[in-house]
């Protein structure tokens, strides 16, 4: 593609000393010849403005035809079809004759399919002189010079849009943790990009006027190390795969000069967990809209399961879960990491990540609520099957002990969040909203236990619904952590609440 804008800007070049040269032959010849070396300007390339320019220089009508008979420009004056024909098969290369009162040529004008040629129509009251017939004949060179240019610039574009469409199928087979199939689409163009067990997400976020730019410039600091993706669902985003320490140290240095530019990244994951990884990035990226360097990665803060016996979390995750193991691999997969994005975001915003329609999510995700019983409607219900789905992220690598795993009796999930370690988290946690006089901790128990409706919380609590948005909105930055935005912030307020025993249990097949 650079060879090819390269010729075209020695073209560029070529011609302009031809139309220049020919502007130096009479005294009035430089100044249409500068005129007409305008349209060869970045700012000024277009078929029909040139066209335009032409009848108004002839002091008549002009007009193009292409190679389909279709008008790319100016008014056609009335032709014979089989002239045309003759001209535009390059059997005659132009022709000129006088009629009714006006003066007509027409032009061959060369496509860059040599194929394919296009017809220029010239028609005015007086005679071509030689002034008017160099004015014709080098803008006949312009046109094709122009369409030649457009060419290759609409090859290019096409070009960068299937490398670009082919970089987010990549994305989306790991996001279902087909990582077999993304790393064979990979090889073809990007060698040993995915050679590797594991990676890190970052999402970088700009204007969406200037994402591509900045995903161009992602690529490059990367060295194509690493897969740069435009976000299907946030126009502001741009997605970066990378194994490697180096790159993401590169990214760091494209936000500091860039203003309205964050960067949010995740912790390693297996590149079958990439949809984690993802997420983890897009909530570190939050963080990063308050800091400084204006980057942050995903916080290892202390998370409600780490508080919690491994062994018998492992075995209320596998019991609640278990439902899906009787699915073929691939569709499990499917359903898990559709349930995943889903529980973190929109069923829009996953759609356009998974690369589905918005049903296909919903009729997802709705399966998996048939088969574990439960009400993805309800936030407990949401909050808890999230935090099975992070325990076996986090337990895929790690061996079970057989033997406990046996042995070892069912334990309820009230049980699991009854510790001192979590009661004493939970404590801490939601207390820091005792500090505000307006009661923000009844407001946020009202409207986690009404799944978010600020509407319904208002009418359980008697005060207007603006008013439940208002705490839970002052609540975020009090607990820091996302609410009104959902996914894995608001589940770890939702699990405080169910530990301490200020909102019912949800019913989960598990929890019988």
């Known amino acids: 593609m650079n060879e090819a804008q390269d010729e075209v800007k020695a073209d560029v070049a ?18 249409w010849a500068e005129q007409l070396l305008d349209h060869l300007r970045p700012t ?39 002239l045309v024909e003759a001209v535009a098969a390059g059997r005659i290369a132009s022709a000129a004759w006088e009629g009714q009162g006006r003066h007509l040529r027409l032009v061959r004008v060369a496509y860059p399919n040599p194929s394919a040629a296009g017809v220029l129509a010239v028609s005015r009251e007086s005679a071509f002189d030689r002034r008017t017939a160099d004015i014709v004949t080098h803008t006949v060179q312009v046109i094709e010079l122009l369409l030649k240019a457009g060419e290759t610039t609409a090859a290019g ?19 279902v943790e087909d990582t077999v199939s993304a790393r064979r689409v990979a090889a073809g163009l990007w060698p040993g990009l995915l050679d590797t067990d594991s990676a890190c997400v970052y999402v970088v976020e700009g204007t969406a006027e200037e994402r591509d730019g900045l995903a161009e410039q992602c690529i490059d600091v990367t060295g194509e190390r690493a897969l740069v993706v ?28 860039r203003p309205r530019t964050f960067l949010g990244g995740s912790a390693r994951h297996s590149l079958a967990r990439i949809a984690t990884a993802y997420g983890q990035a897009v909530s570190a990226l939050a963080v990063a809209h308050f800091r400084p360097d204006k980057a942050a990665v995903y916080a290892e803060r202390t998370h409600p399961e780490r508080l919690i016996d491994p062994a018998a979390l492992r075995g209320w995750t596998d019991r609640l879960l278990r439902p899906l193991d009787t699915l073929p691999h691939h569709t499990r997969a499917e359903l898990l990491a559709t349930t995943r994005l889903g529980l973190e975001f929109t069923a829009v915003s996953t759609a356009k990540v998974l690369g589905v329609s918005r049903n296909t999510v919903r009729a997802r995700m709705e399966r998996v609520e048939g088969l ?5 409607a309800d936030l407990t219900a949401r909050a808890v099957v999230h935090l099975a789905l992070n325990i076996q992220v986090s337990l895929a690598d790690t061996p079970a002990d057989s033997d406990a795993t046996t042995e070892a009796a069912p334990v309820p999930l009230n049980d699991l969040l009854s510790g001192p370690a979590m009661r004493t988290w939970a404590q801490d946690l939601l207390a820091h909203l005792d500090k505000d006089s307006r009661d923000l ?72």
Not at 14 to 31: F, H, K, L, W
Not at 47 to 75: E, K, N, Q, S
Not at 158 to 175: H, N, Y
């Open 372 to 376: 574990l019983r439960t009400d993805f």
């Open 14 to 31: 070529g011609r302009e000393d031809e139309v220049r040269q020919a502007g130096t032959g009479s005294a009035d010849g430089s100044a």
């Open 441 to 512: 901790r009844r407001t946020l128990r009202a409207w986690i236990a009404e799944g978010g409706n600020a509407e319904r919380a208002a009418q359980t609590l008697g005060v207007h619904a603006q008013t439940v948005r208002e705490h839970v909105r002052s609540a975020e930055p009090v607990l820091q952590r996302q609410l009104l935005a959902g996914g894995a912030d608001l589940y770890e307020v939702v699990l405080a609440h169910l530990t301490l025993g200020d909102l019912d249990q949800p019913a989960l097949r598990a929890a019988k």
């Open 230 to 257: 435009l976000c299907p669902a946030v126009d502001e985003h741009v997605i970066v795969v990378t194994p490697g320490e180096s790159e993401a140290r590169q990214l760091r240095s494209l936000i500091g000069p």
């Open 44 to 82: 000024g390339r277009d078929v029909r403005r040139v066209v335009a320019w032409l009848a108004d220089a002839v002091d008549g009508i002009a007009a193009l035809r292409d190679d389909t008979g279709t008008l790319l420009g100016g008014p056609l004056p009335p032709l014979d079809d089989r």
């Open 157 to 175: 574009r096409r070009l960068e849009q299937a490398t670009s469409d082919l970089r987010l199928a990549i994305l989306q087979l790991l996001m």
